[in-house]
Nanobody, 119 residues
Framework: QVQLAESGGGLVQPGGSLRLTCAAS????????MGWYRQAPGKHRDWVGS???????NYVDSVKDRFTISRDYAKNTLYLQMNSLKPEDTAVYYC?????????????WGQGTQVTVSS
């Protein structure tokens, strides 16, 4: 079992930056991959990016070269550094962890944190 808690959201002007954090607790040794998703008003929850146990990262094209995912194993924390923010980035951002228990994959989600990009 894993608990995830996002923080760091807020209001920022276009072109600004924010750093989101996701604190993980519980059976963190079983985590297979972690990632970030976002859901804008009236839209589906979309994948933003992910990081593997080995540190390999992937991103959706719309945020590539602007967003960076990193993981601090000592602090059990996942980060999303967001630069050059655009109004289109406005959404609730969710942390995700996929656990592997035997041959079964189990997904866990945080509560979400609001990011608003506006003048």
């Amino acid at each position: 079992q894993v608990q995830l808690a996002e923080s760091g959201g807020g209001l920022v002007q276009p072109g600004g930056s924010l750093r989101l954090t996701c604190a993980a607790s519980g059976s963190i040794s079983n985590i297979y991959t972690m990632g970030w998703y976002r859901q804008a008003p009236g839209k589906h929850r979309d994948w933003v990016g992910s990081i593997t146990e080995g540190g390999n990262t992937n991103y959706v094209d719309s945020v590539k070269d602007r967003f960076t995912i990193s993981r601090d194993y000592a602090k059990n924390t996942l980060y999303l550094q967001m630069n050059s923010l655009k109004p289109e980035d406005t959404a609730v951002y969710y942390c995700n962890a996929t656990l592997r228990v035997g041959r079964t994959n189990i997904d866990y989600w945080g509560q979400g944190t609001q990011v608003t990009v506006s003048s």
